[in-house]
């Protein structure tokens, strides 16, 4: 993605910048971003329309990038922020068709990102565990302990905090459905809590089998889903 805009501070319109522009068919080989005939018009007409007006380079905020669409996806809507500097802005980049350059706008107001839904995402689990068949496998109760522990851990997280107490495993599909896990200090909790419900023998062997099998550090327990709103100011 662009890392740059050309904001006319005049008239508020902003195109990507992306350092030199470069001519696609004498730099094809060059690697990043390469710019299409549609690009190179657009940037002729933008300075031919905002000739004379003041310019600023503006700076995309990778960490507000938001879509409703997987990041694989060439067709769609996308929000960011951009700065000055000084001030923020909220740009919009929309990509109608395959044969056409992205079109970035800045839009008024500002988004809103909430957490609709977050839980421990208990039968995978159930079934991931199943599934490690051996001479250590779980009992139910031994398993239905862990999903206890689990719970309890995150049910003492506020939503408002979520973010900083979880790490992002990865997106499922779209930038808004997410799996996630603990951060260590909540481990060191779920752990703790099932030394608490447990005797120490049964303690000592779900605990090799967690970390036999890796289930702890690998999988992600926890799903999230977001959705974004704008907040017109
Ligand atoms: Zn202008």
Redesign the pocket.
């Known amino acids: 993605m662009v890392e740059k805009l050309l904001r006319?501070?005049?008239?508020n319109?902003v195109i990507p910048l992306y350092g030199e522009f470069i001519d696609a068919n004498a730099n094809a080989h060059l690697p990043g971003v390469v710019w299409g005939d549609d690009d190179l018009k657009l940037k002729e007409e933008f300075f031919l329309?905002?000739n004379e007006?003041p310019l600023e380079e503006l700076t995309v905020d990778f960490d507000t990038y938001i879509s409703d669409k997987p990041t694989f996806e060439l067709i769609k809507v996308s929000y960011f922020e951009a700065t000055n500097g000084r001030e923020r802005f909220l740009v919009k980049r929309s990509r109608e068709r395959f044969d056409q350059s992205a079109h970035y706008e800045i839009i008024p107001g500002k988004l809103k990102i909430s957490n609709v839904a977050c839980e421990i995402l208990e039968e995978e689990l159930r079934g991931q565990i199943g599934n490690l068949n051996g001479s250590s496998q779980l009992t139910d109760e031994e398993v239905n302990y862990l999903i206890k522990a689990l719970q309890e851990e995150f049910k003492n997280i506020s939503p408002e905090e979520l973010f900083q107490e979880i790490e992002i495993v990865e997106e499922v599909q779209t930038p808004l459905t997410l799996l996630a896990t603990f951060k260590e200090k909540h481990w060191q909790n779920i752990i703790q809590r099932l030394q608490n419900y447990l005797r120490q023998q049964e303690f000592r062997r779900i605990l090799d089998f967690l970390e036999k099998n890796r289930l702890l550090k690998e999988n992600a327990p926890l799903f999230i889903q977001m959705e974004m709103s704008f907040l017109h100011s």
């Not at 006319?8 to 008239?11: A, D, G, L, R």
């Open positions: 006319c501070i005049q008239c319109q329309i905002h007006h």
